[in-house]
């Protein structure tokens, strides 16, 4: 079997929410024999969406997580579960998924970050038109729930509600979560793959805003829920981060040290001021040469031609100085 | 933690302690016998239950325009429920009112079974009430033959096929949200067979789902049920029908509270 997801940042092995769920459903489940491919493109995806997974017995598609998961469970791949599963999961995803989606894909501040992040997983020519499904996604969330269009003015983007449901919910997860490994009764569930898939994003991804991430914040039990899940079955090559944001937080961290990494030396700011200057009087006398603004004339090549009267007093200076 | 001011704003006080408990309860819904269309029927019936399991009388007010009194609501926006100044619709802003009065079915409860309670809700809600949209604007029969006449009913000519056309859009939209609207009807029955089984598991040989007493929870699933097994549907989708006759203990349940609440109507 493969399965195709997108590739990770931040740490993570997805950057996408439903690929997390599977890969997590995957270990949960300790399923052998599934080879996660991350060079693919959502084109081949019956919906347009990542993940899919191909049965390489009969070369069958099945695509997002709800038909993934009924196959794993269908060929024998189950977490032995609590009938309230079902519920838990569905209570979640209807009380953070607006948010979360509108974080990541509606908010104007954020919208940039989280298209870069797919465009630059998705190849060419693809990149232009995959992200914006999500977009899509997301604005027919906000007009569902909260009745509004992302093409409305940003003021007119009433999520309160939805906040404040986002919110609800992971106070309620933190509550119930405790300090226990798993969610319920201390167990491996499916409800874990979800919940970390959730939090996971919600903590790790660095958006310009990110309203969830300082409320998780808040509850130390999740970020530690999430550390503790990666850091067991995840190895480290299965995680990425690349070589940018590396650096980003490289110079966040040295920030912390030092204070003003961001502003240059005295000497560099100097230098640009010199080199601007002169860029731009070059140009300016460029401009003025070339349209006939000003003249250069050589004078030694006047001496030699007629005197022209404009230049008389200049000529009969220099003759005085021969004499 | 930042807790208190999320109850505060979530429940709004000041707007919710102005309501004047004593007041009059009256509900607005279309038409039951010519209008009405199952999801709306069984939204309706689920606020209609929890009143009566609260002791609280009620009026109920047909009109053809209820649905478009609702001031919010995100599914059917029916039924539109007012008491004195406060007016709202669907189920969850009322339990959410009496929540506040502390006058809820479920005051006593543990933190534990309350989770189990809005966790089950949840999943009830949208597993059913999708089903239901599903049943009536998905499948051309039942477009064709119930749902077009019954919604188009209450307008003149070209108005009908306007309302039936947009109103089905709007639904569509909403399916397509939960990612429902490309499903095949027996992956839809495939869902329903699996909350039910969670339904039975949870309820046990006891009467309600908590125990003796009736909560939320019973009204909501009494709602859904008992009107999908009322309704008139085409043999093309009684296999949902049949899938929830399947387990008697629901069907029990659903006739343990009919002849309780309803009985007087009836006889």
């Known amino acids: 079997m493969e399965l195709f997801v997108y590739k990770g940042e931040y740490q993570l092995p997805s950057i996408d929410l439903d690929c997390l769920r599977v890969l997590m459903y995957i270990k949960l489940a300790d399923i052998q024999g599934i080879k996660i491919r991350t060079d693919c493109s959502p084109f081949h995806s019956n919906n347009g969406f990542l993940p899919y997974l191909i049965d390489s017995s009969d070369n069958k598609k099945y695509c997002g997580y709800e038909r993934i998961i009924n196959f794993l469970k269908k060929e024998g791949y189950t977490l032995d579960g609590s009938e309230k599963n079902e519920a838990y999961i569905m209570y979640i995803t209807q009380n953070l998924y607006p948010f979360l989606m509108y974080q990541l894909f509606g908010n104007p501040q954020n919208i940039d970050e989280t298209r870069a992040l797919y465009a630059l997983r998705t190849p060419f020519p693809f990149n232009f038109y995959y992200p914006s499904k999500y977009v899509r996604k997301c604005e027919q969330v906000c007009q569902n729930v909260a009745n509004f269009s992302l093409e409305d003015p940003v003021t007119a983007h009433d999520t309160t509600k939805m906040e404040v449901d986002a919110k609800k919910c992971l106070n309620w997860i933190s509550e119930r979560l405790g300090n226990k490994e798993f969610f319920i009764n201390g167990s491996q569930n499916e409800v874990d793959a979800t919940i970390f898939a959730y939090l996971a994003i919600i903590l790790k991804f660095q958006l310009p805003n990110n309203q969830l991430q300082s409320h998780a914040n808040q509850c130390k039990n999740l970020s530690r829920y999430v550390d503790n899940l990666k850091k067991k079955f995840f190895n480290e090559n299965e995680c990425f981060e690349s070589e940018k944001v590396k650096a980003q937080n490289l110079k966040k961290e040295q920030k912390v040290f030092t204070g003003q990494e961001d502003e240059d030396p005295p000497s560099e700011i100097r230098k640009r001021y010199i080199m601007s200057g002169l860029i731009a009087s070059i140009a300016m006398f460029g401009y003025g040469y070339f349209s006939g603004i000003f003249n250069i004339v050589i004078a030694e090549k006047l001496r030699l031609n007629e005197p022209e009267t404009s230049f008389s007093d200049f000529n009969d200076y220099t003759d005085n100085d021969d004499e | ?267």
């Open chain 2, 1 to 267: 933690m930042a807790k208190s001011t999320i109850n505060q704003l979530y429940l709004n006080m000041n707007e919710l302690d102005r309501v004047e408990m004593n007041e009059k309860i009256i509900i607005y819904q279309p038409y039951d016998e010519v209008q009405i269309l199952l999801a709306e029927n069984a939204s309706c019936l689920a606020v209609k239950t929890y009143l009566k399991m609260l002791n609280r009388d009620f009026t109920v007010k047909s009109c053809a325009n209820a649905e478009f009194m609702a001031p919010s609501g995100k599914r059917t926006k029916l039924p539109v429920v007012q008491i004195g100044n406060f007016i709202a619709a669907e189920f969850d802003p009322i339990i959410n009112l009496f929540e506040h009065k502390s006058m809820s079915l479920t005051e006593n409860f543990e933190a534990e079974d309350k989770d189990d309670l809005v966790t089950y809700m949840s999943l009830v809600d949208m597993i059913l009430t999708n089903t239901e949209l599903y049943i009536s604007w998905c499948d051309e029969l039942v477009l064709k033959e119930i749902t077009k006449k019954r919604n188009g009913s209450v307008y003149p000519f070209p108005l009908n096929h306007i309302q039936n056309s947009r109103k089905r859009y709007a639904v569509i939209k909403q399916l397509r949200f939960y990612d429902w609207a490309n499903l095949t009807f027996e992956e839809v029955v495939d869902k329903v067979d699996k909350l039910c089984q969670t339904l039975v598991a949870k309820l046990g040989d006891r009467d309600y789902f908590f125990g003796s007493n009736p909560t939320e929870l019973d009204a909501l699933v009494f709602g859904h049920l008992f009107c999908i097994f009322t309704m008139e549907l085409p043999s093309s989708v009684s296999l949902l029908k049949e899938t929830i006759n399947k387990y008697s203990q629901l069907t029990q349940f659903c006739g343990r509270i009919e002849k309780k609440y309803f009985g007087k109507i009836k006889n």
